[in-house]
């Protein structure tokens, strides 16, 4: 079965520097987002991604965060300037057109912890 | 602003017993809605969804879900557990973006499974 997949599984950074999470989406998907989980809190939306740019965001999405598909196959996350906050589960996701039945597939994580 | 509500952070039962997951939904139009379980250091794994049609959905792993509109819930049942259900399970309503699915979350039912 395709997967989405992620890499790192697990990152450790200093606080204020910058991150990067990488992401690669189940191959014939067209939108892309982002989730994070803070521990012991609900799965929260970041960001939605189709057709090269943003198509919603939350209100977390803020001017330290940032998204790009840099080619055919990448999806990342990069996070400026990391604070102590930051620290969560990232998930990456993807789903086909609504034809195919809008589920969204989720990858197995990226775990950021900042000190 | 759409909402999930699962009123039960742990859940404990035997192996062999029946489950119900509860999960109540705000959303101003017809919901899509979703179970996903979550395994230790696992990602999130779609269980089964509801788009239209009949109220009662299988999925995966002998899971089914009721959609009940009047009472706005959708819960997720199994009639016979085995250890390897025990996990996290999130249900999910999705509000449509232009093509694209913003998921919110619940905060999630920990399952423990006793032998």
């Known amino acids: ?115 | 602003a759409q909402s999930v509500t699962q009123p039960d952070i742990h859940i404990t039962v035997s192996e062999g017993a029946s489950l119900e997951l509860r999960c109540n939904y705000s959303y101003g139009a017809t919901p899509y809605l979703f179970w996903y379980v979550q395994s230790p250091g696992q990602g999130l794994q779609l269980l089964l969804k509801y788009f239209s049609g009949d109220t009662l959905v299988q999925g995966i792993k002998g899971f089914e879900a009721e959609f009940k509109r009047s009472q706005s819930s959708f819960n997720l049942r199994k009639p016979s557990v085995h250890w390897s259900d025990a996990a996290e399970y999130f249900c999910a309503v999705a509000s449509s973006g232009a093509g694209s699915y913003q998921l919110t979350f619940g905060k999630g039912t920990k399952l423990s499974v006793i032998p």
């Open chain 1, 1 to 115: 079965e395709p997967e989405v997949t992620q890499t790192p599984s697990h990152q450790v950074t200093q606080m204020g520097q910058e991150v990067i999470l990488r992401c690669v989406p189940i191959s014939n998907h067209l939108y892309f987002y982002w989730y994070r989980q803070i521990l012991g809190q609900k799965v929260e939306f970041l960001v939605s991604f189709y057709n090269n740019e943003i198509s919603e965001k939350s209100e977390i999405f803020d001017d330290q965060f940032s998204v790009e598909r840099p080619d055919g196959s990448n999806f990342t996350l990069k996070i400026r300037s990391t604070k102590l906050e930051d620290s969560a589960m990232y998930f990456c996701a993807s789903s086909a057109p609504s034809d195919m039945g809008n589920t969204i597939y989720f990858g197995e994580g990226s775990w950021l912890t900042v000190v």
